[in-house]
């Protein structure tokens, strides 16, 4: 995974813009792992770890948390893996978890994280201007979020849940819990 930040087509629109050593990766699985505040997926695309998807920062009283998705290896992108992620993992989280808002973000000109989080209900809710650094000039820090309500009555309650029509089935990728 710490490769994926090594490529700066990759990082181009994440907040993390340096890779983290080996070290500090390991660090960050370990303590994600430990932590009953965060929910954290393994993307496997092809027989290949692709990505990571997660769920952090959990607010158990105010039912909220903070989501996040990144597709590291470049030749898993353009296939609508993060799209049909984002859409699994809110199920998940309005379905088999008491939230009901989930937070997220993306850095201004990412169109692709944009057009995934729409596609699971995601709305723009403000901008944190000139936020980030890119190339020259400042971009800024779009802020999203999805409400279980307005996921429910855009038709998220009614999907097939993903043990019926999931991604095996449909011989998609599949998020494993780490």
């Known amino acids: 995974m710490a490769s994926w930040f090594e490529d700066l087509e990759v990082t181009e629109r994440l ?7 080996l070290a500090q990766e390991q660090e960050w ?9 965060t929910i954290i997926w393994a993307v496997e695309f092809d027989g290949r770890l692709v990505g990571v998807t997660g769920i952090h920062d ?9 989501t996040g998705t990144l597709i590291g290896d470049k030749s898993a992108w353009r296939k609508g893996l993060a799209g049909e992620l984002m859409q699994l993992r809110t199920e998940f989280a309005f379905r088999q978890l008491t939230l009901r808002k989930l937070n997220s973000g993306y850095v201004e000109g990412n169109e692709a994280s944009w057009r995934a989080q729409r596609k699971s209900g995601y709305r723009e809710v403000g901008r944190r ?29 009614q999907r097939p849940k993903a043990t019926e029509a999931g991604p095996a089935a449909r011989g998609r990728p599949a998020a494993r819990r780490r």
């Open 15 to 21: 907040l993390r813009r340096f890779p983290p050593t």
């Open 29 to 37: 699985l370990e303590k994600s792992g430990k932590d009953a505040n």
């Open 58 to 66: 959990i607010d158990w009283a105010q039912q909220h948390a903070v």
């Open 129 to 157: 201007r000139q936020e980030q650094f890119r190339d020259g000039r400042w971009l800024d820090l779009v802020m999203t979020e999805v409400l279980r309500e307005d996921w429910a009555a855009a038709g998220g309650a």
